[in-house]
């Protein structure tokens, strides 16, 4: 059967070779493990092994071993952990006056757009010489680092799309 079949349909879509395998497994209960916590908006959807590997089956085969070990990075914070995160990661990378952007993926009117307002409060911009901004053309030509979050990755495809648009 052909696999554009299950285009429009990836939860009924048959889990790939690469997701029954051993290996696969021990990173989906890592990335489960990672966002235990994690709760919808509706408060009704919770990470768990069907809905890892229904999302990572949704890509081709052969990205399918990419896009989890993608994941198994993906670390879960609340507002004031996401800002002591922020806090040490400048403090990893902060090198002789290097500019620094911390950007927010999607667009102004998307939700993570606010949180740099709530940053700003929480460090001082002008002595750590960063850059709060979306993730633009200029925010690169600015800054020699970048620091990339996201208030919220549903499906992962805005994410996907925003790093393809930036990579050609």
Do not use: C
């Not at 800002?83 to 927010?104: C, P, Q, T, W």
């Amino acid at each position: 059967m052909s696999n554009s079949y299950y285009k429009d349909l990836p939860r009924i879509r048959p889990i790939s070779d690469y997701l029954n395998k051993e290996e696969a497994n021990e990173k989906i209960k890592i990335v489960i493990e990672k966002l235990k916590q994690f709760q919808s908006s509706q408060n009704w959807e919770v990470i768990s092994l069907n809905s890892v590997t229904t999302y990572i089956n949704q890509f081709s085969d052969d990205l399918q071993p990419i896009a989890l070990d993608f994941i198994t990075h993906i670390e879960l914070y609340d507002r004031d952990l996401l800002v002591n995160k922020i806090r040490d990661i400048l403090k990893k990378i902060k090198e002789n006056n290097k500019k620094i952007g911390i950007a927010f993926l999607g667009n102004q009117t998307d939700s993570a757009s606010l949180f740099p307002y709530y940053l700003r409060d929480k460090i001082d911009i002008d002595r750590e010489n960063v850059f709060l901004s979306d993730l633009s053309d200029n925010l690169l030509r600015q800054s020699d680092k970048i620091i990339i979050y996201d208030d919220n990755i549903n499906s992962g495809l805005q994410l996907i799309n925003i790093l393809a648009e930036l990579l050609g």
